[in-house]
């Protein structure tokens, strides 16, 4: 007898049966009868078996999420993370406990269609029809985003027929991520990595020459004063407008200025304006010129102003239920203490603090927004957390505009597969176009300095061309 079948359903079977063959006074009549009766139960208990083990497959898959402190090892959702590079978090960040989800097994039909595509895109490259072959293999890498053969090829193609070296050494990595013995991607990434790895450098070795310029100008220059307004009130504006708010900047401003609504828009809005002001002040305030550790409790400190007039009941605690994010999933609620604990050890830890600010800021801004640990408000104190580490090293603070808003994601998404450089290039870009922007309100001698530092990095790049 089968362990689900309770004794009291035995008796009421026995029953039922007694009763059956006392109705049917043959016996060839109990014979079929019974018959019939034995094979409806191995039909009923085979049904129960499936729906039973039917279930135990979809508990497991909702326990593909572990605890960090387990030490499981994780794969994202186009490759599996391994390993680092110069320009990402070190071994002790956050990074190496993240708990990812599997790619969904691709069917032998898939990868046959992805197999067809990555033949096709290779023979339309070898007839000279780059444009074409660009959207076949971009629709191969959808198909099956973890095939190491479409990543490889794909990335010489950008790098051949495109000139671009570092998306094609994205590919490279991202290749050896799932595949590190791949050889050709391996004899790629070899060729390519000096390279990109060269670029960078120079990229935040130009932007820190632009801070040097921006510490000639005085504290007191009516232009900077300005231009740091102005700067204030752009990035409420772009951080809310990132997460959809739809106030204008003139909107934002009066908001901010004089307090008062707005007429025509949802007072939602008008609030997430009023919450990420007071954090904003409280970091400029409080938090820059201090010196000590940053603690769990600053980073509460911060998501309560920002979220404190949207959602008090929310602010400054952790989230207790299950988030999605578009197509990630991150952690559950029971493993966000520990994650955020690991990630404030590798904010305070010597190696991390080590790091260009640039990278430091960029590495910390997505450590926080993989970890999801609120509700609400990950990205904008993400931003804010990201703002802090650059002003305590001198930088003014960036706002990622709106308009990068596409790009904004797909660098994190980039992230996610094993390679933040791409997010890290951003955060460059935005730090050094807010520079440019304050050099060039403040002085003429400044921005003529400026032209002359763009000037000649153009003729290092024509010099690398023809070289």
Same mark, same amino acid.
């Given at each position: 007898?089968?362990?689900?079948?309770?004794?009291?359903?035995?008796?009421?079977?026995?029953?039922?049966?007694?009763?059956?063959?006392?109705?049917?006074?043959?016996?060839?009549?109990?014979?079929?009868?019974?018959?019939?009766?034995?094979?409806?139960?191995?039909?009923?208990?085979?049904?129960?078996?499936?729906?039973?083990?039917?279930?135990?497959?979809?508990?497991?898959?909702?326990?593909?999420?572990?605890?960090?402190?387990?030490?499981?090892?994780?794969?994202?959702?186009?490759?599996?993370?391994?390993?680092?590079?110069?320009?990402?978090?070190?071994?002790?960040?956050?990074?190496?406990?993240?708990?990812?989800?599997?790619?969904?097994?691709?069917?032998?039909?898939?990868?046959?269609?992805?197999?067809?595509?990555?033949?096709?895109?290779?023979?339309?490259?070898?007839?000279?029809?780059?444009?074409?072959?660009?959207?076949?293999?971009?629709?191969?890498?959808?198909?099956?985003?973890?095939?190491?053969?479409?990543?490889?090829?794909?990335?010489?193609? $950008?790098?051949?027929?495109?000139? *671009?070296?570092? #998306? @094609?050494?994205? &590919?490279?990595?991202?290749?050896?991520? /799932? !595949?590190?013995?791949?050889?050709?991607?391996?004899?790629?990434?070899?060729?390519?990595?000096?390279?990109?790895?060269?670029?960078?450098?120079?990229?935040?070795?130009?932007?820190?020459?632009?801070?040097?310029?921006?510490?000639?100008?005085?504290?007191?220059?009516?232009?900077?004063?300005?231009?740091?307004?102005?700067?204030?009130?752009?990035?409420?504006?772009?951080?809310?407008?990132?997460?959809?708010?739809?106030?204008?900047?003139?909107?934002?401003?009066?908001?901010?200025?004089?307090?008062?609504?707005?007429?025509?828009?949802?007072?939602?809005?008008?609030?997430?304006?009023?919450?990420?002001?007071?954090?904003?002040?409280?970091?400029?305030?409080?938090?820059?010129?201090?010196?000590?550790?940053?603690?769990?409790?600053?980073?509460?400190?911060?998501?309560? $102003?920002?979220?404190?007039?949207? *959602?008090?009941? #929310? @602010?400054?605690? &952790?989230?207790?239920?299950?988030?999605? /994010? !578009?197509?990630?999933?991150?952690?559950?609620?029971?493993?966000?203490?520990?994650?955020?604990?690991?990630?404030?050890?590798?904010?305070?830890?010597?190696?991390?603090?080590?790091?260009?600010?640039?990278?430091?800021?960029?590495?910390?801004?997505?450590?926080?927004?993989?970890?999801?640990?609120?509700?609400?408000?990950?990205?904008?104190?993400?931003?804010?957390?990201?703002?802090?580490?650059?002003?305590?090293?001198?930088?003014?603070?960036?706002?990622?505009?709106?308009?990068?808003?596409?790009?904004?994601?797909?660098?994190?998404?980039?992230?996610?597969?094993?390679?933040?450089?791409?997010?890290?290039?951003?955060?460059?870009?935005?730090?050094?176009?807010?520079?440019?922007?304050?050099?060039?309100?403040?002085?003429?001698?400044?921005?003529?300095?400026?032209?002359?530092?763009?000037?000649?990095?153009?003729?290092?790049?024509?010099?690398?061309?023809?070289?």
């Amino acid at each position: 007898m089968a362990d689900w079948l309770t004794p009291l359903w035995t008796r009421q079977l026995k029953s039922v049966i007694h009763s059956l063959c006392f109705t049917f006074k043959t016996p060839s009549m109990n014979r079929k009868f019974l018959s019939l009766i034995l094979l409806l139960g191995m039909f009923g208990f085979c049904l129960v078996t499936y729906l039973l083990e039917f279930t135990n497959f979809s508990h497991s898959n909702r326990q593909l999420f572990c605890t960090a402190a387990g030490g499981t090892d994780t794969v994202t959702d186009v490759g599996v993370h391994t390993g680092t590079d110069s320009c990402r978090p070190p071994d002790t960040s956050p990074v190496a406990l993240r708990v990812r989800h599997k790619l969904p097994v691709k069917s032998a039909d898939v990868k046959k269609e992805a197999t067809a595509a990555l033949n096709l895109a290779l023979d339309l490259q070898d007839k000279g029809q780059t444009q074409k072959a660009q959207k076949v293999f971009q629709h191969a890498l959808k198909l099956d985003p973890g095939h190491i053969d479409i990543l490889t090829a794909y990335g010489e193609f $950008l790098e051949v027929h495109m000139n *671009d070296m570092l #998306q @094609a050494d994205h &590919y490279y990595k991202i290749a050896l991520k /799932v !595949g590190p013995t791949h050889s050709k991607a391996l004899m790629n990434r070899q060729r390519t990595s000096p390279i990109v790895e060269e670029m960078d450098q120079k990229n935040l070795n130009r932007i820190d020459h632009k801070r040097a310029l921006f510490y000639t100008v005085p504290a007191t220059n009516p232009a900077l004063l300005q231009a740091k307004d102005d700067a204030y009130f752009a990035h409420i504006y772009h951080s809310n407008a990132i997460e959809g708010n739809t106030l204008t900047l003139s909107q934002t401003r009066a908001i901010i200025e004089t307090r008062t609504a707005v007429g025509g828009k949802s007072l939602a809005e008008q609030n997430e304006v009023l919450g990420l002001d007071a954090a904003l002040r409280y970091l400029n305030s409080t938090l820059v010129g201090r010196d000590s550790s940053l603690s769990l409790q600053d980073m509460l400190d911060i998501h309560q $102003l920002v979220l404190g007039y949207v *959602d008090p009941a #929310q @602010a400054g605690r &952790y989230r207790s239920t299950q988030v999605v /994010v !578009g197509q990630f999933v991150p952690a559950p609620p029971s493993d966000v203490p520990a994650l955020m604990d690991a990630m404030l050890r590798w904010l305070n830890s010597e190696e991390t603090l080590s790091m260009h600010p640039i990278e430091f800021a960029a590495a910390a801004h997505y450590e926080l927004v993989f970890i999801h640990p609120f509700h609400d408000g990950n990205g904008r104190t993400s931003r804010l957390l990201m703002n802090l580490i650059l002003m305590k090293a001198g930088y003014p603070p960036v706002s990622v505009l709106v308009e990068d808003r596409m790009r904004y994601y797909k660098t994190l998404e980039m992230a996610n597969s094993g390679d933040i450089r791409p997010f890290i290039r951003l955060i460059a870009e935005s730090t050094e176009r807010t520079l440019d922007e304050y050099l060039t309100a403040t002085m003429d001698s400044s921005a003529h300095s400026l032209q002359q530092t763009s000037d000649l990095e153009s003729n290092n790049i024509k010099q690398q061309r023809i070289a």
